[in-house]
């Protein structure tokens, strides 16, 4: 059994949604979506590895020894933008749902 997930939805007076996108849930079933990639998580010559966050006007990080390390920092960075949280655990991509 895995372990249980959380997933931060921001719910706006017009009933839009917007989170960093996860598949925990099926966002389908808020209506129509429209999802954005926030990040470009890539190696270097070297085998470092980079996460450019220049889809949403973000900065490049890094370098990272592993890739996931990369992810880890592409997560804690768009969690402080997105929710004003470093805790989420989500991919980056960014999605809107429209009622």
Same mark, same amino acid.
């Given at each position: 059994?895995?372990?249980?997930?959380?997933?931060?939805?921001?719910?706006?007076?017009?009933?839009?949604?917007?989170?960093?996108?996860?598949?925990?849930?099926?966002?389908?079933?808020?209506?129509?979506?429209?999802?954005?990639?926030?990040?470009?998580?890539?190696?270097?010559?070297?085998?470092?590895?980079? /996460?450019?966050?220049?889809?949403?006007? *973000?900065? &490049?990080?890094?370098?990272?020894? #592993?890739? $996931? @390390?990369?992810? /880890?920092?592409?997560?804690?960075?768009? *969690?402080? &933008?997105?929710?004003?949280?470093? #805790?989420? $655990? @989500?991919?980056?991509?960014?999605?809107?749902?429209?009622?």
């Amino acid at each position: 059994m895995s372990e249980p997930t959380e997933m931060q939805l921001v719910v706006d007076a017009a009933g839009n949604v917007q989170c960093i996108y996860d598949e925990e849930l099926d966002l389908r079933k808020l209506g129509k979506l429209q999802i954005t990639r926030a990040s470009h998580v890539e190696p270097d010559a070297d085998g470092y590895w980079w /996460a450019d966050m220049g889809p949403v006007d *973000g900065p &490049v990080l890094g370098p990272f020894g #592993s890739r $996931s @390390a990369a992810l /880890a920092a592409e997560r804690v960075w768009l *969690g402080g &933008v997105y929710f004003d949280d470093s #805790s989420t $655990s @989500a991919p980056a991509e960014t999605c809107v749902a429209t009622p």
